[in-house]
């Protein structure tokens, strides 16, 4: 589908502490950071199975309905994103879902009620009826080939030579992954997006591995809020090292991280690698 670049860069290098960044925002402007490992077996499933078109799920902000959008262009299969929200069915598309239609998504709003049903196996079965032709994939992209899509995120090199690796939070799919490709010798700290302790129980049902913690408490109010302490920080930390973030999901991670670092969370002379997940693409419509 597009090469993979994901240089690594340096964010803090003293006696105590090896901070680096993976830049997976830099694999692609809309197939960016996560979502490329999480639907590259996805497709290939897709194309195997002889299927026409791609059905997904995802809020207004989605970066999975526009990776989705673009991956099922680039393939010539058609898609279909069933979005979060009926009162959005007649307002002025936002940057995400503009980009999403460009690249021919159709778009069914739907009223949130019905959206609960995005994961029950019922509906799903009648929406695979409904669409006989078409490859579900479900909210955020996780499912069991986009665990497998997150276990190649790491080289060998980096598996050996870092000690912990962070990321943020969502579905799990990625930290799921993430884990799945390590062994205790690395330890996986994710952030979560999300408020609530849910997360914690998705992610022990995605792995069986126990080398990860999850730190539930930078999530600033929820998913998708945000607060003027968070974009001051992001900007500040864009400023000092030229990395974009967003505020969603990696300016929360970056947030959470320093604030650990700040309390002596890390033993001395860890090497800490973050995944820069990318999510940059819907950024203007969230950020002064
Ligand atoms: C989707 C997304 C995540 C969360 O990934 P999950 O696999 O759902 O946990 C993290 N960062 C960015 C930028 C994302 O778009």
Redesign the pocket.
Known sequence: MLTQSTPIQSILHNQDLVLDIKRLDQIHPFVS???FF?LKYNLQEAVRLKKTSLITFGGAYS??IVATAYAAKQYQLQSIGIIRGDELANKPRNATLQQAQAFGMQLQFVNRTDYKQRHDPQFLAQLQQQYPNSYIIPE?G?NQLAIQGCQDILTIAEKQYYDVICV????????AGLIESTTAATHILGFS?LKGDFLKQQIESLTSKTHWTLHSQYHFGGYAKISDELIQFIQDFEQQHQIPL?PI??GKMMYGMFDLIAQNYFPKNSKILLIH???LQGKASLMP
């Open positions: 950071g996560n979502k999480k970066n999975h955020g996780t943020a939070v969502g579905t799990g799919g990625t930290i997006a967003e999901y990696t997940s990318g999510g």
